[in-house]
């Protein structure tokens, strides 16, 4: 969960930045597509805990197994799929 907590700090630092207007268009992108980049991140992240919190709501209804979800971190940016 540290690394969700660093990529939100990281992600609304961006937001800020984009905010004041005082960039160049170049460095405007730029933080744009990091701020999609974190933005994913944190999305995966959150992802992942939902998802083990309904194991866990579900293991307490039906007595389930609790297992780690394999979140497989498949970010790729800038880049074209082929």
Request: charged content about 40%; hydrophobic content about 40%.
């Amino acid at each position: 969960m540290a690394d969700f907590e660093k990529q939100l700090t990281a992600l609304e630092s961006v937001v800020e930045r984009l905010e004041q207007g005082d960039l160049s268009l170049e460095e405007s992108v730029r933080l744009f597509e990091e701020g999609i980049k974190l933005s994913d991140a944190c999305k995966k992240e959150l992802e992942a805990a939902e998802g083990k919190i309904q194991l866990l709501v579900d293991r307490g209804k039906t007595g389930m197994k609790v297992v780690d979800l394999d979140v497989k971190e498949d970010v790729s940016f800038g880049e074209d799929e082929e």
